[in-house]
């Protein structure tokens, strides 16, 4: 996701609230990074968007770095890609994790359209004039798509957002999608979508994310998605496949400020093989404990690391 879609969701933020100080259950000594990789009297602070993945992803960060030694301020739940993007860039946050897709359209101001064939790289470079650095992305994705209950899919033999664009344009009525306010008014989100298929929905119902998924059937036919979301399965829905090859390539990766990663070095090493145990299927599980079995991400965060070994 973003994010960036990346990605209206403010149930998320009252739910975990802002600024939970979290202490540091690491030690060392007291100034700066340790020869040994930890982060011995860090002070750093750790944001995240509203969405479930990103604050998930938040409360994995805090856990790794405060069992190097850190001490981390919980600022996750920030509304927004632009916001949270601007609290890093003015220091009120030190990183959060951010997704190829957002930033090559939405912070870099590009277009969907000649997108490079190593997106991360081109981001991470373009990004590099800001003293805005990107850790080596995780190997998930988690893009926008578009989604139908499953039964609907296959009384109307909907399998792509062609066969979709084709159906509204016969059937206006049924038209209908729900989609976050963000999704909405991104370039790389349901402007541009429409514009790739040459459609347009006959209606739009703006509903906080997390709403979404169980209103597809309800009050829309058609719904705005994240794909390592879990709770596509738990609500019986079908992702229509996206054969225009519209979205962007939505890879996770850490961002912080060039002055943080400079002065704390080791957070690049600590996190690596965090990101690389990151896959599709790992974030959709662990993004499915918290939605669909209501466990707490920061849980759900230090279970998962202490069961992969990566910390203790």
């Known amino acids: 996701m973003n994010t960036t879609s ?3 969701k403010t149930l998320t933020v009252l739910g975990l609230g802002l600024a939970l100080t979290l202490t540091a259950c690491g030690g060392g000594d007291t100034g700066g990074a340790t020869a040994d990789g930890e982060l011995a009297g860090a002070e750093l602070s750790v944001g995240s968007k509203e969405f479930t993945e990103s604050i ?3 409360q994995i960060t805090a856990a790794a770095l405060e069992n190097a030694g850190a001490t981390i301020e919980d600022k996750t739940g920030i509304s927004g890609s632009a916001t949270v993007r601007e609290a890093l860039e003015t220091g009120e946050v030190d ?3 951010d997704y190829t897709g ?3 359209v939405n912070i870099l101001g590009n277009t969907t359209e000649d997108v490079p064939e190593d997106l991360y790289a081109a981001v991470a470079e373009g990004d590099a004039a800001n003293n805005i650095a990107w850790l080596k992305p995780a190997p998930f ?6 989604a139908v209950p499953t039964a609907f899919a296959e009384e109307n033999s909907l399998t792509t957002m062609s066969d979709a664009a084709a159906y509204i344009q016969e059937n206006p009525d049924e038209g209908v999608v729900c989609a976050a306010s963000e999704f909405i008014n991104r370039d790389d989100g349901l402007p541009g979508l429409e514009a790739a298929y040459g459609f347009e929905f006959s209606n739009i119902v703006e509903l906080d ?8 059937g309800e009050d829309c036919s058609f719904g705005e998605v994240f794909s390592t979301d879990a709770r ?5 829905l079908t992702v229509l496949e996206d054969d225009q090859e519209f979205f962007v390539e939505y890879q996770g990766a850490m961002t912080l400020r060039q002055e943080t990663l400079d002065e704390y070095p080791a957070i690049a090493d600590i996190m690596a093989p965090v990101n690389e145990a990151l896959t599709n299927e790992t974030i959709t599980e662990l993004n499915g404990r918290i939605d669909n079995d209501g466990e707490e991400p920061r849980d759900v965060a230090d279970e998962w690391l202490e069961s992969e070994g990566l910390i203790g």
Do not use: P
Request: glycine share 4%; proline share 0%; aromatic share 16%.
């Open 56 to 58: 998930l992803l938040a």
């Open 209 to 216: 994310l997390n709403l979404i998924y169980t209103q597809i």
């Open 6 to 8: 990346a990605q209206a």
């Open 95 to 97: 990183m959060y994790w």
């Open 102 to 104: 957002t930033g090559w």
């Open 141 to 146: 994705e988690n893009t926008y798509r578009i």
């Open 232 to 236: 596509i399965v738990s609500n019986d």
